[in-house]
């Protein structure tokens, strides 16, 4: 009788709970150094899916989503430079860069402050690390929200090689990426 009721406690439970699909876009951004100058370039993420689960009352508990990146869309405006860049990421081997991110809401957001960070693990030459972005510009009306997200990546810890230009012109190891995130919720 005593596991009927606490089977019955954890069925009600999850049943109070709900989950709300919201469909993701995001324009990214990476800027990087070298001995030479500064450099950056631009990609686009593919459309993804963000799963919100919220408590009885309402309140964000959990979010999940999957955001994928072709290497070979990734572009520097120099195609030598591009060229580069994807031999670097062993783009034949491992054409895709993937940010997953499945989190308690608590660990995003505390009390009534905007969200201020966002755990992710990211993978890149089928190496997976944990990174920790900042989350700025958090606007949420209705069905849709915004928000930058920014975090460094160390080509070092992310085993990517950049070989060195005449032996003189070197990358640093430091890449700044933002990423311009727009969610909108899906109807029910």
Request: glycine share 6%.
């Amino acid at each position: 009788m005593k596991f009927s009721f606490c089977l019955f406690c954890l069925l009600a439970g999850s049943a109070l709970a709900d989950t709300s699909r919201w469909s993701g876009t995001s324009n990214i951004s990476f800027d990087g150094t070298s001995t030479l100058h500064d450099w950056g370039g631009k990609v686009v993420a593919k459309p993804f899916a963000t799963i919100v689960t919220t408590d009885a009352a309402g309140n964000p508990t959990q979010v999940e989503a999957t955001v994928i990146v072709e290497v070979a869309k990734m572009d520097t405006a120099e195609a030598k430079r591009d060229e580069n860049m994807r031999k670097a990421m062993h783009a034949t081997d491992h054409p895709l860069i993937t940010g997953v991110i499945d989190t308690p809401f608590s660990a995003i957001r505390q009390g009534d402050a905007a969200p201020a960070t966002l755990p992710l693990k990211l993978t890149m030459l089928g190496k997976t690390q944990t990174i920790t972005g900042r989350i700025s510009h958090w606007k949420h009306q209705g069905d849709k929200a915004s928000f930058d997200l920014d975090f460094d990546l160390s080509l070092k810890k992310s085993d990517i090689k950049v070989p060195s230009v005449l032996l003189f012109i070197r990358v640093g190891d430091t890449i700044k990426v933002h990423a311009a995130v727009s969610l909108k919720r899906n109807p029910s």
